[in-house]
């Protein structure tokens, strides 16, 4: 079994930062691609940031040199920096990892329950 634990949402000023975790536990033999995601009125997924295991990053167009994600292997765990947040960026955020369990070598997406940001104007 495998769980992914988010934090550091929260309440924010306009123009303010906070920094989000995602903790993976459970039966963990590797993790490759990582991910922040907000979620849509029709409950839908967007991407707002992803990570590979190598290191290489994506963003969404609006949050481009504002958000910074990154990954503690060893930890399991990774981050999403916000910065110069707008009440836009408000939503619950949830984090997405791939992760290999031992035995095997595909990869399985696993979710974690989401963490709610705000930002006041």
């Known amino acids: 079994q495998v769980q992914l634990v988010e934090s550091g949402g929260g309440l924010v000023q306009a123009g303010g930062s906070l920094r989000l975790s995602c903790a993976a536990s459970?039966?963990?033999?590797?993790?490759?691609?990582m991910g922040w995601y907000r979620q849509t009125l029709g409950n839908q997924h967007i991407l707002v940031a992803s990570?590979?295991?190598?290191?290489?990053?994506n963003y969404a167009e609006s949050v481009k040199g504002r958000f910074t994600i990154s990954r503690d292997n060893a930890k399991n765990t990774m981050y999403l920096q916000m910065n110069s947040l707008k009440p836009d960026d408000a939503d619950v955020y949830y984090c997405?990892?791939?992760?290999?369990?031992?035995?095997?070598?595909?990869?399985?997406?696993?979710w974690g329950k989401g963490t709610l940001v705000t930002v006041s104007s």
């Open positions: 990570i590979t295991s190598g290191g290489r990053t």
């Open positions: 459970g039966n963990i033999r590797s993790i490759n691609a």
């Open positions: 997405k990892m791939g992760v290999v369990r031992p035995g095997t070598y595909d990869d399985m997406d696993y």
